[in-house]
């Protein structure tokens, strides 16, 4: 049973910093390309951004570019999102995903997903 599980989410204010992480077990994991989703109430899910299975490929929204960096632990199974310059807008929901294979950029082509973890950015 592949079970996905993020943490490190929280209260942070504007240009504050946070790390998410997120383990995955019951599947290879360094077979799977990893993203990171968010979701903000009364907003559609959009994805943040993209790791490929060996961890060479990374792939970001713009808005995201400069300030997030995204890396792999294959010998750990985790997933980080390394979160810095928060703004108020950052506050969502977020979620890990895994897909077979290669990146995609549209939540439906993931077939894993957690729980999510809540990160709220105050003004």
């Known amino acids: 049973q592949v079970q996905v599980l993020e943490s490190g989410g929280g209260l942070v204010q504007a240009g504050g910093s946070l790390r998410l992480s997120c383990t995955a077990s019951?599947?290879?994991?360094?077979?799977?390309?990893m993203g990171w989703f968010r979701q903000a109430p009364g907003k559609e899910r959009e994805g943040v951004s993209c790791?490929?299975?060996?961890?060479?490929?990374?792939y970001y929204a713009d808005s995201m570019k400069g300030r997030f960096t995204i890396s792999r632990d294959n010998a750990k199974n985790t997933l980080y999102l390394q979160m810095n310059s928060l703004k108020p807008e950052d506050t969502a929901m977020y979620y890990c995903?895994?897909?077979?294979?290669?990146?995609?950029?549209?939540?439906?082509?993931?077939?894993?997903w957690g729980q999510g973890t809540q990160v709220t950015v105050s003004a």
């Open positions: 790791i490929s299975r060996s961890g060479i490929s990374t």
């Open positions: 019951g599947l290879t994991f360094d077979r799977y390309a």
């Open positions: 995903a895994a897909r077979y294979d290669y990146c995609r950029d549209t939540a439906t082509a993931y077939t894993y």
